[in-house]
């Protein structure tokens, strides 16, 4: 667990180690999600990364997945 400050303005900084690791640049998008458990930060899923997804599983099951993780069933 990292904490970090919010700003006045409403900002918060992510920490470099964090944004290396999920490949975050500046002017990069995140998905930002409230739910009951509190707020959660996440890179956006790219096409790209969906390649081979189905494998084993059909890929509307995955999709349906994601989503209810994301909490946007």
Do not use: C, Y
Not at 16 to 44: Q, V
């Amino acid at each position: 667990m990292t904490l970090v400050k919010i700003s006045e303005k409403g900002q918060i900084v992510i920490p470099a180690a964090f944004r290396k690791k999920w490949n975050l640049e500046g002017d990069s998008t995140i998905i930002l999600t409230n739910d009951a458990d509190g707020i959660h930060i996440r890179p956006p899923v790219h096409l790209s990364d969906l390649s081979g997804i189905d494998e084993g599983k059909g890929l509307l099951q995955k999709l349906q997945e994601m989503r209810e993780e994301e909490g946007d069933i």
